[in-house]
């Protein structure tokens, strides 16, 4: 049985990745960025709890630690999901096309593991971007000294979130389904508003703070 990801050294991991190995690939990346950004929101939440000086702020901020390590746990999930449904679809290409029929089936497997792969990353995208307001929700209150964790965060959250949309896009380019490519493509643009400008509001708070 293959090692999975989260058993990898991170050297390990790296090595596979610069590999001619098709996987790990962008979309484990794009899902493995969105769980350092959400890991850092933890650490921050991690270093403020329990603190004298932030005791107005501790069940919130307990909250939002309980809240990043869910995402952090389902975004590493989605890392491997990611190799996972790559592997099948690269095993739908390889099924026979000798007969009408074996083309057909064929066809109807590439159809439906695509599908399934442009799925993957949308989830990655929803999860990377629910990290965001944590930054949000954090940045003006911890100290001072952890603050600029947040701001990477921020940064890496919205890099999770683009990257995985290039990854639902490259996918929904080969379906057929355009019912479904629509409905994607919708909740891509309902997902992405606003994005770039939480990213920065994050990042000025941060910048504000640093320079005080």
Partial sequence: MAET????PVGAFLDALASRAPTPGGG???AFT???AAGLVSMVCALTVGKKQYVAIDA???AIH???EALRHELQVLAEQDIEVFGRLAAAYKLPRVTEADAGSR???IQAVTRQAALVPLRTAVAAAAVLPLCTALAAHVGRLIVSDLGVA???ARASVQSAVLNIEINLAGLEDQIFVRETRAQIADLTIGLGEETEGVVEIVRGRINQ
């Fill in 5 to 8: 990801l989260e058993a990898q």
């Fill in 28 to 30: 484990s990346v794009a």
């Fill in 34 to 36: 969105g769980a350092m």
């Fill in 60 to 62: 919130e901020v307990r």
């Fill in 66 to 68: 309980e809240r990043a």
């Fill in 107 to 109: 066809h109807a497997a």
């Fill in 154 to 156: 921020a940064l890496l």
